[in-house]
């Protein structure tokens, strides 16, 4: 579990394919994730859409396996499926690695 987590902060440093996701979505129908989320990760709160910067990698991935596997309403859980696994590591170390100072006073 901790290497993992290890895993996850050496990811954030590059993840170049959580960005391309995060900016552009996925060929698996998954929707840009900064249409909602912002490009800096900042949330939207007019949307209920929670900011994901600087959030842990690790705390990320978990939402979206949680989503996944969800019968929620709202857009999350079919986008959460339309990530792999590795897509969700992926778009996870991205926003971990987005900075934090931009966010809404209330997150
Ligand atoms: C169409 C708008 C929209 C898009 C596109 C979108 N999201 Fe979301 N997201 C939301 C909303 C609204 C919520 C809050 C409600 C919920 O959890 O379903 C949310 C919640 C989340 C959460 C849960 C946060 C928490 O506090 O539990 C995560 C993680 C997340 N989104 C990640 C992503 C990722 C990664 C992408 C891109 C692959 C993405 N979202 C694309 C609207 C969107």
New binding site residues.
């Given amino acids: 579990m901790r290497i993992w987590r290890i895993a996850l902060l050496l990811l954030a440093a590059a993840a170049p394919e959580g960005k391309q ?2 900016l552009h979505g996925n060929s698996n129908g ?4 900064a ?3 912002g490009v800096n990760g900042q949330g939207n709160a007019s ?4 900011a ?1 910067a600087g959030r842990p990698a690790a705390a ?1 991935v978990s ?2 396996n949680n ?1 996944a596997s969800s019968q ?1 309403s ?3 859980p079919a ?1 959460a499926k339309a ?1 792999t696994p590795q897509e969700r590591q992926d ?1 996870a170390a991205y926003f971990a690695g987005l900075a934090v100072g931009i966010l809404p006073p209330n997150e």
């Fill in positions: 996701i995060v998954a929707m840009p994730c249409a909602c989320h949307i209920g859409a929670p994901l990320i939402a979206l989503l929620g709202g857009p999350m986008i990530l778009v």
